[in-house]
């Protein structure tokens, strides 16, 4: 068990694999998100087609990086150091593995990263990506950032038929159809006990929910490649 998202850069996620390959060891990477259980209900929504053709997603994950350890540094943290393997698009790659896992691989994937909040740091603390997913060409948007004071995490679908809501904090998935809006899941614990779900699988061997190294290898591939063609911006 890897933690996310496997390595800084794809030059070290390569090696992996090669090790991986070599010594024929099921690497798997700690995207802890796959285990909440509303991500079942809502693949059920899009599997069943109640919302008719999916047009588009959002995706939003936020909270400002000074809360994430509030007796540390959050200087000093791995979060906040390129070095490190920091910046909001791999400290938060979760919604980007969880994009993947729904919609199916990115293309024309499009870069805005910013510093809006944190200037004096060399990683991103908002990031915003539009692409194309899966062979459906659907249209995503996933923003990132480590800039709000109030937590948010939440995915928003629009198909043909209705709206679905996620909000992953609240543990809850709301659809409206036809003006009507109806709750069809509620664990207000979710997101809190992902990672006992997750260990509980893997102390038992029966985990296949995870990513494995390649799959990962290629969420780092992705954030590379759009590091390469956009800059960072900075707030003026």
């Known amino acids: ?4 998202p496997i390595a800084a850069n794809v030059s070290d996620a390569k090696k992996i ?3 991986a390959s070599k010594t024929r060891c099921d690497i798997r990477i700690a995207y802890n998100l796959r285990y909440l259980a509303g991500l079942p209900r809502l693949k059920d929504c ?16 936020g909270q400002d990086l000074k809360l994430w350890r509030p007796h540390r ?3 000093d943290s ?5 070095s490190k393997g920091g910046g909001v698009l791999r400290e938060l790659s979760h919604e980007l593995d969880l994009a993947v896992h729904l919609f199916g691989k990115p293309n024309h994937s499009t870069l805005r ?11 991103e603390d908002t990031a915003i990506i539009h692409a194309q997913f899966g062979i459906n060409s659907i249209f995503g948007k996933i923003h990132l950032d480590f800039t709000r004071d109030i937590p948010l995490r939440i995915v928003s679908i629009s198909g043909e038929y209705g709206d679905l809501a996620w909000d992953i904090l609240a543990g809850k998935i709301t659809i409206e159809m036809n003006g009507k809006k109806e709750n069809i899941f509620s664990k207000n614990d979710d997101l809190q006990t992902t990672y006992a779900q997750m260990w509980s699988q893997i102390l038992s061997q029966q985990d296949t929910i995870l ?11 992705w954030i590379e490649d759009m590091e390469k063609r ?7």
């Open 1 to 4: 068990i890897i933690e996310k």
């Open 211 to 221: 990513p494995n190294a390649t799959e990962a290898t290629e969420i780092i591939s």
């Open 73 to 75: 540094k959050f200087k």
């Open 230 to 236: 956009f800059k960072i911006e900075k707030s003026e």
């Open 46 to 61: 899009l599997s069943s087609r109640i919302l008719g053709k999916i047009q588009t997603f959002n995706i939003t994950v």
């Open 113 to 123: 990263r910013a510093k809006l909040k944190y200037v004096e740091l060399d990683v």
């Open 78 to 82: 791995v979060s906040a150091q390129a």
């Open 17 to 19: 694999n090669r090790v």
